[in-house]
């Protein structure tokens, strides 16, 4: 059974900075890329990052340079170190596995970045 455990969300002024991790199980992480996702009330998820199987990293245009995702497959996790926090970061946080197979069709409960002064 596939699982995925996001955690490291929290409360944080503009210009700081958090380390989400996602803990990964019930699949070979290691052969999976591995997105980030983040969620705003009422609209649809958007990615944020990807890393790939092979250790490439893509970042949507709004947090290139100030995010970097990583991956330890030692421990099934992937992470995302978010430096230099917005307002606009404030979202639910997500991974989830780059394939279109329904074996990766549910979503992890999240954890929640809230930029706030």
């Known amino acids: 059974q596939v699982q995925l455990v996001e955690s490291g969300g929290g409360l944080v002024q503009p210009g700081g900075s958090l380390r989400l991790s996602c803990a990964a199980s019930g699949f070979d992480f290691s052969s999976y890329g591995m997105y980030w996702y983040r969620h705003y009330p009422g609209k649809e998820r958007e990615w944020v990052a990807l890393i790939s199987s092979g250790g490439a990293t893509f970042y949507v245009g709004s947090v290139k340079g100030r995010f970097t995702i990583s991956r330890d497959n030692a421990k099934n996790t992937v992470y995302l170190q978010m430096n230099s926090l917005k307002f606009e970061d404030t979202a639910v946080y997500y991974c989830?596995?780059?394939?279109?197979?329904?074996?990766?069709?549910?979503w992890g409960q999240g954890t929640q970045v809230t930029v706030s002064s």
């Open positions: 989830k596995p780059n394939s279109a197979s329904p074996l990766f069709g549910s």
